[in-house]
């Protein structure tokens, strides 16, 4: 289990060496990433938004895999335990379905969850390229990247050893700027729903 106070005022942080500290920057790091997406969508800059969805969900998966590192490494063969080892361990972009799979063998199902965060690394990308991309619309967008930033709101149960004040802090900030994002929403569609609805007289 991991526990105890986490300095993650660092530059490197070696996951062999202080495998709680790693966790917890990782999952604050997730945090972090997920409130800038929703601050830069809140902005209209919603490519700028899906790669920060993006990252939030490569972090925290970085998080789950170094927490159940002994887990995973134990149902793999030796050719991916040294891939774990070396690459594995960060989350890379190419391993991530398979690593959602293997997180999956151990009961933690993040798989719709990946396959929504790469959808948003592929529009930051590329935009609205017809032949890249699977969006048709912003609409389609913005509500990957608020069901990324809902599913970074259940994360607490999954990190309990090294939860504290400052992440649940994270946390009810974004929140509030979710609330916020909300409403505004709800502001906007309903001010043009008034204006189509004033152009039938």
């Keep these: 289990m991991i526990r105890g106070a986490f300095n993650v005022e660092i530059g490197y942080l070696d996951y062999r060496k202080d495998p709680g500290t790693y966790v917890y920057a990782k999952v604050l790091d997730g945090l972090t990433e997920a409130r800038l997406a929703l601050e830069m969508l809140g902005r209209g800059l ?37 891939w774990y080892e070396d690459v594995g361990y960060s989350a890379p972009t190419t391993g991530l379905i398979g690593i959602s799979k293997d997180l999956k063998k151990l009961g933690i199902d993040v798989e719709a969850v990946v396959k929504t965060a790469l959808l948003l690394h592929r529009f930051s990308y590329n935009g609205f390229d017809l032949n890249l991309v699977d969006y048709r619309d912003l609409d389609e967008v913005k509500d990957d990247i608020t069901e990324v930033v809902n599913w970074v709101l259940t994360i607490k149960e999954l990190f309990l050893d090294v939860w504290d004040e400052r992440l649940e802090r994270e946390v009810g900030e974004l929140r509030r700027l979710l609330g916020r994002y909300r409403l505004n929403e709800y502001l906007r569609l309903n001010y043009f729903s008034e204006i189509f609805i004033g152009l039938d007289y």
């Design 46 to 82: 919603v490519q700028n938004a899906s790669a920060r969805a993006f990252m939030s969900v490569r972090s925290i998966v970085s998080a789950l895999i170094v927490k159940n590192f002994a887990k995973i490494i134990e149902g793999v063969d030796e050719r991916r335990r040294a």
